[in-house]
């Protein structure tokens, strides 16, 4: 099945810097990138997603990188803002609705 | 429109026991996915319910099952509790009629067994 590594698990940044996350992924079948953001208590809350076909996309402060030859894929967060304080999940879809989740990073931006 | 419900919020059972969680979709949603979070695991895929059938289907055993009504909402069960049952469980929704769509996700049932 596939396999989904993320990078860091932590990460503090000041705030106004970037913050970068990375995954990897093993399956070449994967065609759907979704990010999700989860606040204490809550559920996953999308972010951001790209599609296979789409190398880069970018909302607002957030962008998303895709590289298929590499099979990895980068969030990008720029001028982070305390409210960014969260834990991020990547995760890739080989086969349709059937997400495998990385192990999460917990984003702390210092004021 | 409304999102995902979950109920109820918070369960504590003991061991042996078992348990039903339910989930309500979006709105003309018709499929629903399963997911089991864990501080050890991560989120893992349980399995997915689409017009009252299982789609697709995770590596767990067979005393966690589901089932999804004609409204589209869902419940999942899991019997014999054991105590690395304990989990956040997370259940999501989307159109479910193509691939390379976003599910959106409820606020969890947290389930601690005793």
């Known amino acids: 099945g596939e396999n989904v590594e993320q990078h860091p698990s932590t990460l503090s940044v000041q705030e106004g810097d970037s913050a970068v996350i990375k995954c990897t992924y093993s399956?070449?079948?994967?065609?759907?990138f979704p990010w999700y953001k989860q606040e204490l208590g809550k559920g996953p809350q999308l972010i951001i997603d790209?599609?296979?076909?789409?190398g880069e996309k970018k909302d607002q402060r957030i962008a998303v990188t895709l590289n298929k030859t590499a099979k990895h894929f980068s969030l990008h967060i720029t001028e982070t803002q305390p409210e960014d304080s969260a834990v991020y999940f990547c995760a890739a879809d080989p086969t349709g609705n059937q997400f495998y989740f990385g192990t999460g990073t917990s984003l702390t931006v210092i004021p | 429109k409304a999102g995902v419900t979950q109920t109820p919020r918070y369960l504590i059972k003991t061991r042996g026991q078992q348990v039903t969680l339910s989930c309500s979709p979006i709105s003309g949603h018709r499929s629903v996915s399963w997911y089991q979070q864990t501080p050890g695991q991560g989120l893992q895929f349980l399995f997915e319910y689409f017009s009252e059938t299982q789609r697709n289907k995770g590596n767990f055993p067979g005393r966690f099952s589901g089932r999804q009504f004609s409204n589209s909402r869902s419940e999942m069960n899991v019997s014999t509790l054991e105590l690395g049952d304990s989990a956040l469980y997370l259940c999501?929704?989307?159109?479910?009629?193509?691939?390379?769509?976003?599910?959106?996700f409820g606020p969890g049932t947290r389930l601690l067994v005793l």
């Open positions: 399956d070449s079948a994967s065609n759907y």
């Open positions: 999501a929704s989307n159109l479910g009629g193509a691939t390379q769509e976003t599910q959106y």
């Open positions: 790209i599609r296979s076909n789409v």
